[in-house]
């Protein structure tokens, strides 16, 4: 059984990383965010929209980013693919995070394709003593090429595999901890795995290392009864928050932000939801410590 507890990491909390509520930045919201200065704290850009020279996005990037902390958020980084690093996609993300200075840069702990084919979806890795091999030498490899330490995000799942020999978590905590990255915690991930693999989210929860979560997501899922489908278009689900007051009470106040992706509501609706992340936290971080 490989050793999940290799972990050196002893930094203090960077004040700067304290970014507090964000959202999504999405294209049909550009205006009104430019207009409604101070209603988000930050924002988190997904990194391929941004990546083509010039247009719109671009533009309204540089924009928004003298007002707003931003962070970068991939999708095809496909940290866990047999096929090699895309060096040309780390190259154009390079380029980007030095244009735009992102507070950090992010990816999911998954694949997303295989022999040259891109599935469009983030899938699961076998939580295997060779799959984590395999991943932390080539997190190494893009901290290397970026020279910044990322962020890795759990991702919801649908299926298993009969070789895994490590939790979902202990294999994140293991990639963290021997790659020397951080972890995005994604609430809605948890809770969609939790109910589709029967384990108890809490008992994840307990075993991520505080030190290493630098960002907390919320979404919304659809819930079909025998299992939850990840879709980020309908709002956060009361369990989701119940489950988010207590990272909260773990981990402290970590930058949170909520992501729509689908059916995306007026600007105004997603600042009312954060407000809600905001009050949440706020509660709970009061109830830390008092009696359950
Ligand atoms: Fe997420």
Redesign the pocket.
Known sequence: MPDTRIDPIDDPADPADMLGFGLGLRHQHYQEIADTPGAVDWFEALSENYMAPGGRPLHWLDRLRRDYPMVLHGVSLSIGAVDPLDMDYLAALKALAQRMEPRWVSDHLCFTGHAGVNLHDLLPLPYTEEALAHVVQRVQRVQDVLGRRILL?NVSSYVQYAESQLSEWDFLVAVAGRADCDI?L?I??IHVSAFNHEFDPRAYLAEIPAARVKQI?L?GHLHCGTHIIDTHDHPIVDDVWGLYADAIRRFGMIPTMI?RDDDIPPYADLVAELDHARATASRALAGRGAPA
């Open positions: 995000e995005l994604d809605n991930n997501h979404a992501e």
